[in-house]
């Protein structure tokens, strides 16, 4: 039986294309694609003015792409599942349609539309669309989900991928709903974005997937821990956001040369994915836990957070952050290392730093990754600790990248820029000695590990 009117809402899926909620709402009559903005998420460090200023960026270009198609994007604000089953009754929607997502609060706001939806007889749907497949798509034998990750992508490799959706060529809407109106972001954000960060929105992100696609995925293998070269994509925002489709995006980089270290990534993603919804806790509590007794140090977390650790490549990784609200993955890594095995600070305080600045910030990869560094999540090497000097000197030879970011140390010259503290002169600069010794902080932290 044909249905009147469909409603599809959004949440972290901000695109047209390859949206299979939205694909099956526009089938309808008349099609409501509606965004709420959640007044819990707005009143909580969810609300990050990076990623805020983002989304709303991304909900315009929404909005406009929708309009093309002969649509537009309705806007409420309030309880997503009270605002929808209110919208279905303004407009006699039948059906509702979503993306399926993993976090804990996802899950529970999905799980409460559902039974909305059930006590009034409409019907409801969750797609896929957040990853490239479902978590629950691959699963070890006797396991509700893969605990490390060779296996997991081999796993992975070998399922079929759905077929991409195409954009609705042609959308109508109810005539008489109200449609609401975006806010401003200083209205909705407890601060300012970086000003280096990137724009929101499917057509930003979609030219962009198109030029790394063309110009930089043949060299990411070889590339992709290039510091000063920045060889990666520099689309995990419009990941986070559903700007750009992840299956999309690995369909096409798979049928090109060089993409199969590039898809690795993106099964990276789901691996996490598959964690998080396995365990709803990740954000919060040790995967594995190691019975750490962290520093409380709250000196030392300052100085970290602000780039003052003395040590050139996590100070310039930490001054890239709050400029951009961005930070390169090698770098991600060696700044996480560092907190928790050099300055031996619990993951969670770091996890939130990150949290609060970063445009690209999703809780799988989020806490998933600073696990992974802690050594309480899924590496098999919990006790692996990176040396901050050799990273620099393996990653940004030339130090390129502390110099973008470190204005205060242009004065070094060649090689001591990995070890300022060594040269002659240094008490002349406006930078830190460094606030650990790291050969000894790799030994204490070991010690405490237990080797």
Same mark, same amino acid.
Not at 340 to 355: E, M, N, S, T
Not at 368 to 396: C, E, I, M, Y
Not at 425 to 447: C, N, S
């Given at each position: 039986?044909?249905?009147?009117?469909?409603?599809? *809402? +959004?949440?972290?899926?901000?695109?047209?294309?390859?949206?299979?909620?939205?694909?099956?709402?526009?089938? /309808? @009559?008349?099609?409501?694609?509606?965004?709420?903005?959640?007044?819990?998420?707005?009143?909580?460090?969810?609300?990050?003015?990076?990623?805020?200023?983002?989304?709303?960026? !991304?909900?315009?270009?929404?909005?406009?792409?929708?309009?093309?198609?002969?649509?537009?994007? #309705?806007?409420?604000?309030?309880?997503?599942?009270?605002?929808?089953?209110?919208?279905?009754?303004? =407009?006699?929607?039948?059906?509702?349609?979503?993306?399926?997502?993993?976090?804990?609060?996802?899950?529970?706001? @999905?799980?409460?539309?559902?039974?909305? =939806?059930?006590? @009034?007889?409409?019907? #409801?749907?969750?797609?896929? &669309?957040?990853?490239?497949?479902?978590?629950?798509?691959?699963?070890?034998?006797?396991?509700?989900? +893969?605990?490390?990750?060779?296996?997991?992508?081999?796993?992975?490799?070998?399922?079929?991928?759905?077929?991409?959706?195409?954009?609705?060529?042609?959308?109508?809407?109810?005539?008489?709903?109200?449609?609401?109106?975006?806010?401003?972001?200083?209205?909705?954000?407890?601060? %300012?974005?970086?000003? &280096?960060?990137?724009?929101?929105?499917?057509?930003?992100?979609?030219?962009?997937?198109?030029?790394?696609?063309?110009?930089?995925?043949?060299?990411?293998?070889?590339?992709?821990?290039?510091?000063?070269?920045?060889?990666?994509?520099?689309?995990?925002?419009?990941?986070?956001?559903? =700007?750009?489709?992840?299956?999309?995006?690995?369909?096409?980089?798979?049928?090109?040369?060089?993409?199969?270290? #590039?898809?690795?990534?993106?099964?990276?993603?789901?691996?996490?994915?598959?964690?998080?919804?396995?365990?709803?806790?990740?954000? %919060?509590?040790?995967?594995?836990?190691?019975?750490?007794?962290?520093?409380?140090?709250?000196?030392?977390? @300052?100085?970290?957070?602000?780039?003052?650790?003395?040590?050139?490549?996590?100070? /310039?990784?930490? %001054?890239?952050? /709050?400029?951009?609200? #961005?930070?390169?993955?090698? $770098?991600?890594?060696?700044? $996480?290392?560092?907190? =928790?095995?050099?300055?031996?600070?619990?993951?969670?305080?770091?996890?939130?730093?990150?949290?609060? *600045?970063?445009?690209?910030?999703?809780?799988?990869?989020?806490?998933?990754?600073?696990?992974?560094? !802690?050594?309480?999540?899924?590496?098999?090497?919990?006790?692996?600790?990176?040396?901050?000097?050799?990273? /620099?000197?393996?990653?940004?030879?030339?130090?390129?990248?502390?110099?973008?970011?470190?204005?205060?140390?242009?004065?070094?010259?060649?090689?001591?820029?990995?070890?300022?503290?060594?040269?002659?002169?240094?008490?002349?600069?406006?930078?830190?000695?460094?606030?650990?010794?790291?050969?000894? !902080?790799?030994? $204490?932290?070991?010690?405490?590990?237990?080797?």
């Amino acid at each position: 039986m044909q249905i009147e009117t469909a409603i599809v *809402l +959004f949440n972290r899926d901000l695109r047209v294309h390859d949206h299979p909620a939205l694909a099956a709402a526009a089938r /309808a @009559e008349r099609t409501v694609p509606l965004f709420v903005l959640d007044e819990r998420l707005l009143g909580s460090r969810f609300a990050a003015p990076n990623r805020v200023a983002f989304m709303l960026e !991304a909900l315009r270009d929404l909005d406009e792409a929708l309009r093309r198609a002969g649509g537009r994007l #309705f806007v409420r604000r309030g309880d997503p599942v009270r605002e929808a089953i209110g919208v279905a009754g303004e =407009c006699g929607a039948s059906a509702i349609h979503v993306s399926a997502d993993w976090s804990a609060y996802a899950r529970a706001r @999905e799980e409460r539309l559902a039974r909305a =939806c059930k006590e @009034e007889r409409i019907e #409801f749907t969750a797609h896929p &669309g957040v990853t490239v497949v479902p978590p629950a798509a691959a699963r070890p034998t006797g396991g509700d989900h +893969f605990k490390v990750f060779s296996p997991y992508h081999r796993a992975w490799s070998q399922l079929p991928w759905r077929e991409a959706a195409g954009p609705p060529r042609g959308l109508s809407v109810p005539g008489k709903l109200k449609g609401g109106r975006l806010p401003s972001l200083d209205s909705l954000a407890g601060g %300012r974005p970086s000003p &280096g960060r990137l724009p929101g929105g499917e057509e930003e992100g979609r030219k962009r997937m198109r030029a790394w696609l063309r110009d930089g995925l043949g060299a990411y293998e070889d590339r992709h821990d290039d510091l000063p070269g920045d060889g990666t994509s520099r689309l995990s925002a419009y990941i986070r956001w559903g =700007c750009v489709s992840p299956l999309e995006l690995a369909r096409e980089a798979s049928e090109r040369r060089g993409g199969a270290a #590039f898809v690795r990534q993106l099964c990276w993603r789901d691996f996490h994915h598959q964690v998080l919804a396995a365990t709803p806790s990740l954000p %919060r509590r040790d995967y594995r836990p190691r019975r750490d007794r962290w520093s409380k140090s709250q000196r030392a977390f @300052e100085a970290w957070r602000e780039g003052r650790t003395g040590y050139p490549l996590v100070d /310039a990784a930490m %001054r890239q952050l /709050a400029e951009e609200g #961005f930070m390169h993955n090698r $770098a991600r890594m060696t700044v $996480a290392s560092f907190l =928790c095995k050099d300055l031996y600070i619990d993951w969670r305080p770091g996890a939130w730093h990150f949290w609060d *600045l970063l445009t690209d910030g999703e809780v799988a990869n989020n806490a998933g990754n600073w696990q992974w560094v !802690a050594g309480t999540g899924n590496d098999t090497r919990p006790n692996r600790v990176l040396n901050p000097v050799r990273q /620099a000197k393996r990653f940004d030879p030339e130090g390129h990248y502390v110099r973008r970011y470190l204005p205060e140390l242009e004065p070094v010259r060649g090689k001591a820029i990995f070890e300022p503290w060594r040269m002659e002169g240094f008490e002349r600069l406006d930078y830190p000695p460094p606030l650990v010794d790291h050969d000894e !902080a790799a030994a $204490a932290f070991k010690a405490h590990r237990g080797g």
